[in-house]
């Protein structure tokens, strides 16, 4: 099967003709459209509250998206909170402890990362059982670092400090029919498809999935998933998809 119509489930890049997707469109022939699947909502101070979660309690926070760095900060500033100099930040990937940049000085900070795995950030945490962790998060999300840092008597607090929902609007800008690749990247967008359109059938189209919760989101709705990544070959989704068609080229 020839594939030509890519939808990815993100906002489109800003620069998007310099982008890694511009490159692979250019080089397969591609109509890639991007289109966003959920919707962010924010958790007040005042619902935050509720929790009960003083978040100058611990000293270590851990990270894994920039959704949650954004909405960490927000609540912090909201509440009024100076988040000490002291705290250590546990980051999935460089690229998450370089967005922290946006709110901390990195020299003045303790800033840890993996490389965009879990196993690796877990590894980061063994060594500083000292500290006490809080992971700012959406609500609803079943984070497959908790059941780790379980796993491995590492205890961490949840706080749920904005929401995800579907965005129910993008049914009337879809074409199913035309869509030959849907480009996953959490558990939400997959959730979000199936909201949106009940009757899907993956019949012939291509599914990829970043990320192994966003994989497994996937085959628990019954998606067969032909794209997965990260893996210790491929870093990004562009690269997983250039991979991909240029083995399917060869078995046509």
């Given at each position: 099967?020839?594939v030509?119509?890519?939808?990815?489930?993100?906002?489109?890049?800003?620069?998007?003709?310099?982008?890694?997707?511009f490159?692979?469109?250019k080089?397969?022939g591609l109509?890639?459209?991007?289109?966003?699947?959920?919707?962010?909502?924010?958790?007040?101070?005042?619902?935050?509250?509720?929790?009960?979660?003083?978040?100058l309690?611990?000293?270590?926070?851990i990270?894994t998206?920039?959704?949650?760095v954004?909405?960490?900060?927000?609540?912090?500033?909201?509440?009024?909170?100076?988040?000490?100099?002291t705290?250590?930040?546990?980051?999935i990937?460089?690229?998450?402890?370089?967005?922290?940049?946006?709110?901390?000085?990195?020299?003045?900070?303790?800033?840890?990362?993996?490389?965009e795995?879990?196993?690796e950030?877990?590894?980061?945490?063994?060594?500083?059982?000292?500290?006490?962790?809080?992971m700012?998060?959406?609500?609803?999300?079943?984070h497959?670092?908790?059941s780790?840092?379980?796993?491995?008597?590492?205890?961490?607090?949840?706080?749920?400090?904005?929401?995800?929902?579907?965005?129910?609007e993008?049914?009337?800008?879809?074409?199913?029919?035309?869509?030959?690749?849907?480009?996953?990247?959490s558990?939400?967008g997959?959730?979000?498809?199936?909201?949106?359109?009940?009757d899907?059938?993956?019949?012939?189209?291509?599914?990829a999935?970043?990320?192994?919760?966003t994989?497994?989101?996937?085959?628990?709705?019954?998606l067969?998933?032909?794209?997965?990544?990260p893996?210790?070959?491929?870093?990004?989704?562009?690269?997983?998809?250039d991979?991909?068609?240029?083995?399917?080229?060869?078995a046509?």
């Amino acid at each position: 099967m020839k594939v030509k119509n890519v939808l990815i489930s993100q906002p489109q890049p800003p620069n998007y003709e310099k982008s890694p997707y511009f490159d692979v469109s250019k080089k397969h022939g591609l109509n890639i459209s991007f289109k966003k699947f959920i919707k962010i909502e924010p958790v007040s101070a005042q619902e935050f509250r509720k929790a009960k979660i003083n978040i100058l309690d611990y000293s270590a926070i851990i990270f894994t998206c920039n959704k949650a760095v954004d909405h960490f900060f927000r609540l912090s500033k909201e509440m009024r909170l100076v988040v000490p100099g002291t705290t250590k930040f546990f980051c999935i990937s460089e690229k998450t402890a370089f967005y922290l940049q946006k709110y901390v000085t990195y020299k003045k900070r303790c800033f840890l990362h993996g490389n965009e795995s879990l196993e690796e950030l877990i590894n980061l945490i063994k060594t500083h059982l000292e500290e006490k962790f809080l992971m700012p998060c959406t609500e609803g999300h079943k984070h497959e670092i908790v059941s780790m840092l379980s796993s491995n008597k590492i205890p961490v607090r949840k706080a749920i400090i904005y929401k995800t929902i579907s965005d129910l609007e993008i049914k009337k800008t879809i074409d199913l029919k035309s869509v030959d690749m849907f480009v996953f990247f959490s558990p939400f967008g997959i959730k979000s498809l199936f909201e949106n359109f009940p009757d899907f059938k993956q019949n012939g189209t291509f599914i990829a999935a970043w990320g192994k919760t966003t994989q497994k989101a996937a085959k628990d709705a019954g998606l067969t998933v032909n794209i997965q990544g990260p893996t210790s070959t491929i870093s990004s989704m562009p690269t997983a998809i250039d991979v991909f068609l240029g083995k399917l080229k060869k078995a046509i």
